[in-house]
C-alpha cells in the first residue's frame, strides 16, 4: 500500500470534471492511497462533551428519543416500507433476495414526521457544533433490516464516496444513526473502527457510471481490500454499538464502519441523516464520470432551520 502526505496549498491534480478544487484525497485509482486526514474533526469549539468525537471519531447518546418519540417514528417508518407508492419509487432501494425494503433516501423530503426530527434541536444542533458551521442534510435515509436474513453493510468510509461520487472536498460532514428498534449484539449492530477517521484510504479501482444502483444493494467500488482493512482493525479495534430505541450514535464522515447481517429474529431499524457544512458544498465528482441523483447527494444546500 502506498502512502502520500499531501500537501494542501498543492494539491494532487483532479479530474477536469472538479477542476479548480484541489482534490486532497486522491481515491479509485490503480492502486489503494493512504493518506494523512488535512481537515479538522470538530470544526467549533472543543467542548468536553466532543473530545470523545474528536478522539475516536464517534458519540454514542444512550437517550436522544424518548419512548414516545421512538413510537411516532418506528409508525412513520412502517408506513413507509408498507406504502405501494413509496415502495416503487426510485428512492427506495430492494433487498435482492428478500425483495423487502431496504432503504428509503430522501425521508426529510418524502415525510414531514421525518422533516420534523431533521431539524430538531437536539439533531441539527448537534451538527452545528461538529461543523462550526450552519449545515444541510446530504442525505437522509431510514434503514431497515428485517429479521430472517438482512444483508449487512460492507466495510467503508462515507467520505470515500461522498467525496468521489458526490463531489464533497472536505472532511466536514457528519452522520447520525438513531435507532428505532433495539440495537442487539447479534442483530447487525453498526460497527466503528475507532480511530480510523484521522487516516484516509483511496480505494482502488475505477467507478463505474450509476455505481449508485448497485452500491446501494451491494458495496463494490470504493470497498477496501482486506489486507487494508486487517491493517486498519490491527491499528484501531472494532467497537460495537448497542443500545435501546432511542439512542444514537454520531461519527465523522471518514470513520471506517460497516454491520454484519441480520439473520436473528429481531429487525434492526434506524433513521441516518446527513450533514454537511454549508461551507464544504458538493462540486462535481473527483473520482466518477457523472454525479449520483440529488436523492442520495443532495444539490439542494440550503441551510437547516
Known amino acids: 500500500m502506498t502512502t502520500t502526505t499531501p500537501n494542501p496549498t498543492a494539491a494532487t491534480t483532479v479530474p477536469s470534471a472538479a477542476a479548480g478544487v484541489p482534490d486532497l484525497y486522491p481515491t479509485r485509482g490503480a492502486t489503494e492511497v493512504v ?19 474528536e478522539r475516536d471519531g464517534f458519540l454514542a447518546v444512550d437517550r436522544l428519543l ?12 412502517d408506513r413507509l416500507v408498507t406504502d405501494p407508492a413509496v415502495r416503487a419509487d426510485e428512492r427506495s ?6 425483495q423487502d425494503v431496504r432503504s428509503v433516501f430522501e425521508v426529510h423530503r418524502i415525510s414531514d414526521v421525518f422533516a420534523r426530527l431533521v431539524s430538531d434541536e437536539r439533531v441539527v444542533g448537534r451538527a452545528r457544533e461538529i461543523l462550526g458551521s450552519d449545515v444541510y442534510v446530504h442525505q437522509s435515509r431510514v434503514n431497515v433490516k428485517p429479521g430472517f436474513g438482512a444483508s449487512g453493510f460492507y466495510w467503508h ?41 484521522r487516516t484516509f484510504l483511496g ?7 450509476d455505481n449508485y444502483k448497485k452500491s446501494l444493494q451491494m458495496q463494490d467500488a ?3 481490500s482486506d ?45 441516518f441523516i446527513v450533514f454537511n457544512s454549508v461551507e464544504n458544498t458538493a462540486v462535481e465528482p473527483f473520482a466518477a464520470p457523472v ?13 437547516v432551520r
Request: charged residues 25%.
Open 35 to 53: 493518506t494523512p486526514r488535512q481537515d479538522p474533526v470538530v470544526w467549533g469549539p472543543l467542548t468536553p462533551e466532543l473530545e470523545s468525537f
Open 66 to 77: 424518548t419512548p414516545d418519540e421512538v413510537a411516532t417514528y418506528r409508525a412513520e417508518l
Open 93 to 98: 432501494i430492494i433487498e435482492p433476495k428478500s
Open 157 to 197: 468510509s462515507d467520505f470515500e464516496t461522498w467525496h468521489a461520487e458526490d463531489g464533497l472536498p472536505r472532511m466536514r460532514t457528519v452522520s447520525v444513526s438513531i435507532a428505532l428498534t433495539e440495537n442487539r449484539d447479534t442483530n447487525g449492530a453498526l460497527m466503528i473502527m475507532p480511530g480510523s477517521h
Open 203 to 209: 480505494c482502488a479501482g475505477e467507478t463505474p457510471k
Open 222 to 224: 470504493g470497498t477496501p
Open 227 to 271: 489486507e487494508a482493512l486487517t491493517r486498519f482493525a490491527d491499528a484501531h479495534g472494532i467497537r460495537l454499538f448497542t443500545g435501546e430505541a432511542g439512542s444514537a450514535t454520531w461519527f465523522d464522515c471518514n470513520a471506517m464502519h460497516g454491520s454484519g447481517d441480520n439473520i436473528t429474529p429481531y429487525p434492526r431499524s434506524n433513521v
Open 291 to 303: 454525479r449520483r441523483p440529488e436523492f442520495i447527494g443532495a444539490r439542494d444546500f440550503t441551510p
